[in-house]
């Protein structure tokens, strides 16, 4: 049973940036696809990027060119950069796992088997 846990979420202004990373414990995510999904205060989970085994990425459009997602499989640890924050960037961001080292469909949530319980990005205008 992986566990995820989500770290470095807070408050920025925008324009700012911040860093968050996703640490695995309990087994390898070297072999997963891993994906980070948002969620804001009334509406639905949103696909933000997705990473594969071998580090191909994909990402939703609203945060092309300012996000970027990395691995680190020696540490277990899957990262999201975020650049050039705005105020609809707010959200509880989670990281996910996706037992398929290439989804077929990265930004499809049912798709993920294990996630993290959040961290909370607030950008204020």
């Known amino acids: 049973q992986v566990q995820l846990v989500e770290s470095g979420g807070g408050l920025v202004q925008a324009g700012g940036s911040l860093s968050l990373s996703c640490a695995a414990s309990?087994?390898?995510?070297?072999?997963?696809?891993m994906g980070w999904f948002r969620q804001a205060p009334g509406k639905e989970r949103e696909f933000v990027a997705a990473i594969n085994w071998s580090g191909d990425t994909t990402y939703a459009r609203s945060v092309k060119g300012r996000f970027t997602i990395s691995r680190d499989n020696a540490k277990n640890t899957v990262y999201l950069q975020m650049n050039s924050l705005k105020p609809e960037d707010t959200a509880v961001y989670h990281c996910?796992?996706?037992?398929?080292?290439?989804?077929?469909?990265?930004?499809?949530?049912?798709?993920?088997?294990?996630w993290g319980q959040g961290t909370q990005v607030t950008v204020s205008s």
């Open positions: 996910a796992a996706n037992l398929l080292p290439t989804p077929p469909h990265p930004a499809w949530d049912n798709s993920y088997t294990y």
């Open positions: 309990g087994g390898t995510i070297s072999s997963c696809g």
